[in-house]
């Protein structure tokens, strides 16, 4: 027999019972506040940035900068952005 999913079940839903949104792919607009963030306090600055992307925790952060640029900085470094 199955049991019913309740609220605060499922895999994103936070503690209350609110979808937990800290978690998977990121928003357009949690980017812009990243990018905002860097551009204002550098790379590394991860508790600062976070005012800006305030749905994110400095070691998201961190982990979204690493990937972004390992994406980004190849193509600049050649001079294609």
């Known amino acids: 027999m199955q049991r ?3 609220q605060g079940d499922g895999p994103r839903d936070g503690p209350s019972g609110v979808l937990d949104t800290s978690g998977g792919r990121w928003t357009d607009e949690e980017h812009q506040g990243f ?3 860097l551009e204002v306090y550098g790379y590394g600055n991860w ?3 976070a005012v800006f ?3 994110r925790s400095p070691p998201q952060i ?3 900068a690493q990937q972004y640029v390992a ?3 190849p193509y600049t470094l050649l001079g294609c952005a």
């Open 53 to 55: 992307v305030p749905s």
């Open 4 to 6: 019913q999913q309740q």
């Open 47 to 49: 508790d600062a940035i």
């Open 71 to 73: 994406q980004v900085r």
């Open 62 to 64: 961190e982990a979204y």
């Open 35 to 37: 990018l905002h963030g």
